[in-house]
C-alpha cells in the first residue's frame, strides 16, 4: 500500500469490514509496526521517531475513545494529562466545539447522546492541538444532524491548518473529502476525487435497492396497528401519540435522530416495554396483554445487543433457535439452510466475536 496526504487536505479511507483501515490508522498513530515499507506522518518516521508523532497526531479510534464511567470533565483532563499538556493551556483549540458540551461537565460520558459524544472525543483528540488528526468511522451509528454538525466542525478545523484522514461508510461524507482512497482486502484499489472514486466502484457503493416488483407481494392486511401510543418517563414523553399501520409484506422504516423515540417504540412492539397509553396490536395480539405470544411470531435484531460472542456462530443460532420453541431436528436443519445461504459454512465453529 502506498498513498501520500498533502499538508491541510481532507482525505478519505475508504472500504468494507476488513478491508484494512483500522490497521493502516494504527500504523500511521504509531500504535502497530508495519513489516515492511516506510510511513513519515508531519516529517516523522513512524518507527525510528514515534515520540515526536504522538504528540502531533490527534486519533478517533473507531471502538474506543471515551472513558463512560468520567464525567465529560474528567474525560478531558485525562487526556490533556496523556500529552503533557492541560484544558486550561489547550482551552483554544477546543473551545468552538467543547462549548457546546460544556454546560454538562459533570454528566458521566455514558450517559450522553451520540452527538454528544463525538464533540467530547473530538475535544479530547485535539486537546494538545495537533497538526494531523486520524478519524476511524467516528460517525458510524449517529443520527444525520448530529453527523452533519459534526463534519461541519472538520472543516473549521482545515480551515485552521489541521490535516484531515478520515474513514467513513457514508457516502454523503465521502463526498466532502477532498480525495479519498478506496482499500479492499488489504489494498488500495483506487485513489481519486470522490465522485471519480464513486462513478469507478458504483457497483460497490451504490448497488442497486430492492426490486418491490418481485418476490412477496404486499398484501391490504394490516400486520401490525397502533393508535395514538404514548411512552412516558416522568414528565418526558420518549413517545408522543404516534399512530401508524404496517401492511404484510411491507418494508416499513422509522427515521429520526437520536433520541426521536425510534427505539422506545420498537421497544413497545416486541413486548419489551409496557406503553403509557395508546393502544397496539402485532400480528393481531395486544402489545399491552399478549407479548408472549408476539414474541413467538417475531424476529428482533437489537442496536447495542444481538449475540454472544464467546460462543460461536453454530451455538448463537442454537440458542436463539431453543428461545423461540422450536426442537433440536429443527434447528439443526436450519441452521445448515442458514449458513450456506449467508455462505457461513466455513464459519460455523468460530466465536461470534
Known sequence: ???????????GLIGPDGAGKTSMYRILCTLLLPDSGTVAVDGFDAVRQMTDIRRRVGYMPGKFSLYEDLTVQENLEFFATLFGTTVEEGYDSIKAIYSQIERFKNRRAGALSGGMKQKLALSCALVHSPSVLFLDEPTTGVDPVSRKEFWDMLGNLKDRGITIVASTPYLDEVRRCERVAFLDHGKIRGIGTPDDILTRFADIFNPPGIDHTQGGEVKNENVI?????????????????ISFTVKRGEIFGFLGANGAGKTTAMHMLTGLNQPTSGTGRVVGYDIRTEHEQIKKHIGYMSQRFSLYEDLTVAENIRLFGGIYGMDDKEIARKTDELLERLQFSDHKDTLSR
Open 1 to 11: 500500500m502506498s498513498f501520500t496526504v498533502g499538508k491541510g487536505e481532507v482525505f
Open 225 to 241: 396497528e397502533v393508535e395514538h401510543l404514548v411512552k412516558a418517563f416522568g414528565s418526558f414523553h420518549a413517545v408522543d401519540d
